[in-house]
T-cell receptor
Framework: DTAVSQTPKYLVTQMGNDKSIKCEQN?????MYWYKQDSKKFLKIMFS???????INETVPNRFSPKSPDKAHLNLHINSLELGDSAVYFCASSRGGEAFFGQGTRLTVV | DQQVKQNSPSLSVQEGRISILNCDYTNSMFDYFLWYKKYPAEGPTFLISISSIKDKNEDGRFTVFLNKSAKHLSLHIVPSQPGDSAVYFC?????????????FGTGTKLQVIP
């Protein structure tokens, strides 16, 4: 049973395209996150949602738009993809304590 | 401004010996600290945590030490096993604006040599 699942695992796309990454958690957690791990291996928070409400937005470009249709899902839509968006994106969820992470989506923009 | 720093990007240890991974932080508002372990092509998994009211927490082979005055924490793994080879992320959280915000370090790649 996968606690936090995100799809796709790999995504290769051209510059300028629009793409989405989906995330679902079956842990009953109230809070979900998107993290970005860049080429330098920094793991940085992008967004945090609590009960479908945006609570953290870490100066991420407007091209990134998270959407939370319900507490169990937090999808990430990216418009007009740029080369610099290439990274591994991790979804996570938590209930006050430690966060549980998905396996990551490796996005490559060519 | 990296508020959580892991100054050693990599560490090699012989199997059976102790592995010590270090982490420094700058924000005195952090009140909860976590260690995550990450294997290639997988997401980070929670390993152990410690509250700022404690200075030590132990779970099997893993012990985390917190020195608040020095703003330093460390993870000890003893004895180290080859399966411990992974990237270890230190994380610190602070309660701000009604929510816990977690900041990660840059990770230390541990290699345990058989």
């Amino acid at each position: 049973d996968t606690a936090v699942s995100q799809t796709p695992k790999y995504l290769v796309t051209q510059m300028g395209n629009d793409k989405s990454i989906k995330c679902e958690q079956n842990l009953g957690h109230d809070t979900m996150y998107w993290y970005k791990q860049d080429s330098k291996k920094f793991l940085k928070i992008m967004f945090s949602y609590n009960n479908k409400e945006l609570i953290i937005n870490e100066t991420v470009p407007n091209r990134f738009s998270p959407k939370s249709p319900d507490k169990a899902h937090l999808n990430l839509h990216i418009n007009s993809l740029e080369l610099g968006d290439s990274a591994v994106y991790f979804c996570a969820s938590s209930r006050g304590g430690e966060a549980f992470f998905g396996q990551g989506t490796r996005l490559t923009v060519v | 401004d990296q508020q959580v720093k892991q100054n050693s990007p990599s560490l090699s240890v012989q199997e059976g010996r102790i592995s010590i991974l270090n982490c420094d932080y700058t924000n005195s508002m952090f009140d909860y600290f976590l260690w995550y372990k990450k294997y290639p092509a997988e997401g980070p998994t929670f390993l152990i945590s410690i509250s700022s009211i404690k200075d030590k927490n132990e779970d099997g082979r893993f012990t985390v030490f917190l020195n608040k005055s020095a703003k330093h924490l460390s993870l000890h793994i003893v004895p180290s096993q080859p399966g411990d080879s992974a990237v270890y992320f230190c994380a610190a959280s602070a309660y701000s604006g009604g929510y816990q915000k977690v900041t990660f370090g840059t990770g230390t790649k541990l290699q345990v040599i058989p």
